[in-house]
């Protein structure tokens, strides 16, 4: 079932579906907390993907750069502890890709309204680049785009639709990556929106 498009990332189709109202109302408890926010970028651009996080460190951008902060900057208040749920799944994902025992000590919640995208980027602001990075895509389907270690490495498209874990580990895990801006739309469970949760070792 899972499918590899690269080596060391593997894709696990709809493997949170099922768990989709649990994983909402947890996500309802965290967004009371710590709500979701347009961060800006170091150039001084507001992001059109929405924000926050939950667990130890919380991943941020502001005009100082990106980095991980274990406040909220907005509430200067830690963030809203992983709920175990979150744990519970991204522990799992990693497993069945052959990582086991991953223990994210960071949980970054993306939302995507109609029109967010997040351009081409690699995730380096992790202190540890052997740990896997795991994400559930939940919601709206989107476009993917999946590229090489230099931005200018051509890409591959993968749609990404509600429920899929996705575990970037070994060669990937530093590799160009983004969405193509969110195509409108409404998912039964979700919403005119998709909520992509992204499990990491910061520290
Ligand atoms: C590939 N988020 O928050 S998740 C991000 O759908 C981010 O919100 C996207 O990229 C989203 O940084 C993509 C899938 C993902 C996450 C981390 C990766 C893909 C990755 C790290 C390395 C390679
Ligand atoms: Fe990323």
């Known amino acids: 079932e899972p499918f590899s ?6 894709l696990f189709r709809g ?3 099922s768990e989709t109202q649990d994983i909402l109302a947890a996500l309802e408890r965290v967004t009371k907390q710590a709500p979701f926010r347009r961060m800006s970028t170091p150039g001084g651009r507001q992001m059109s993907v929405e924000m926050t996080n939950c667990g130890r460190y919380g991943w941020l951008t502001d005009r100082n750069g990106y980095r991980y ?31 086991p025992g991953f223990e994210p000590d960071s949980c970054l919640i993306n939302q995507y309204r109609p029109g967010a995208r997040l351009t081409l980027h690699q995730d380096r ?3 540890d680049f052997s740990a ?23 890409t591959q498209k993968i749609l990404l639709t ?10 990937s895990r530093l590799n160009h990556h983004g969405i193509q801006p969110l195509e409108e739309g409404r998912h039964p469970l979700v919403g005119d929106r998709r ?9």
């Open 132 to 154: 896997p990075i795991v994400s559930f895509s939940l919601g709206l389907p989107a476009t993917f785009l999946f590229g090489g270690p230099k931005r200018s490495d051509r």
């Open 15 to 17: 493997f949170a579906a």
């Open 162 to 171: 509600h429920g899929d874990a996705l575990v970037w580990g070994g060669p």
């Open 5 to 10: 498009f690269a080596p060391g990332a593997v």
């Open 69 to 99: 902060e274990d406040r909220d900057p907005e509430s200067g208040k830690t963030w809203p502890a992983m709920p175990p749920l979150f744990r519970r799944l991204a522990r799992s994902a990693a497993e069945h890709a052959g990582y």
């Open 125 to 127: 602001d992790e202190q």
């Open 195 to 203: 909520i992509n949760l992204t499990f990491r070792k910061a520290r």
